[in-house]
């Protein structure tokens, strides 16, 4: 957690880029198909944090309304919630999903807000934060994205590593669903 400052100034960077980019868009929007996972790599742990459109989780952006709706807005956090089955660690670095926290598409009231529900221009997204401990870091070799199989809609995800290694960018794709990191 030391190392929070640094995380923050890449993740920081990485989105004012991201936003000057694409000026066809409005300045917070996100790009549907696209994703962010952060990974930092620190003592025997490993932290991730995800930023993801909710068209690419769930297929909408606006709060659930009708049942069917809840069903898949439920269904979509629940896949979110298990990393370990979404993000692979390659190596034998024995490591373990110890929590998953949801920083933004948590709280979808069933009784607040119904009719308040037609902003269209409101872009909802996923951001979730995860956290694994290892048995010996030192030997993570990479990441694999089993991610692609369970959320058809995501097209990329942009991967930022930060490691004792130095810091890292990829991009992965359900065609390149894999990272190496040496
Ligand atoms: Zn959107």
């Known amino acids: 957690m030391t190392r929070l400052p640094l995380f923050l100034a890449v993740v920081l960077t990485a989105s004012s880029t991201m936003a000057a980019a694409s000026e066809t868009r409005h300045a917070d929007a996100h790009e549907h198909g696209h994703g962010q996972l952060t990974i930092a790599i620190e003592g025997s742990m490993i932290e991730?944090?995800?930023e993801i459109p909710g068209a690419d989780i769930v297929g909408?952006?606006?709060?659930?309304?009708?049942?069917?709706?809840?069903?898949?807005?439920?269904?979509?956090?629940?896949?979110?919630?298990?990393g370990d089955a979404l993000f692979q660690v390659t190596g034998e670095a024995g490591c373990t999903l110890k929590e998953?926290?949801?920083?933004?598409?948590?709280?979808?009231?069933?009784?607040?807000?119904?009719?308040?529900?037609?902003?269209?221009?409101?872009?909802?997204?996923?951001?979730?934060?995860?956290?694994?401990?290892?048995?010996?870091?030192?030997?993570?070799?990479?990441?694999?994205?089993?991610?692609?199989?369970?959320?058809?809609?995501?097209?990329?995800?942009?991967?930022?590593?930060?490691?004792?290694?130095g810091q890292f960018q990829f991009e992965v794709s359900p065609d390149q669903p894999a990272l190496t990191l040496d």
């Open 60 to 82: 909408f952006e606006h709060p659930p309304e009708t049942a069917e709706q809840h069903e898949i807005f439920d269904a979509g956090k629940a896949k979110l919630s298990k």
């Open 100 to 165: 998953a926290r949801f920083l933004e598409g948590e709280d979808h009231d069933h009784d607040k807000k119904t009719e308040d529900a037609d902003h269209d221009g409101e872009h909802m997204e996923f951001h979730v934060n995860y956290r694994f401990t290892c048995t010996d870091t030192t030997k993570i070799s990479g990441f694999s994205f089993p991610f692609f199989k369970q959320f058809p809609n995501s097209e990329e995800l942009d991967v930022q590593i930060v490691s004792p290694k």
């Open 48 to 50: 991730m944090e995800i």
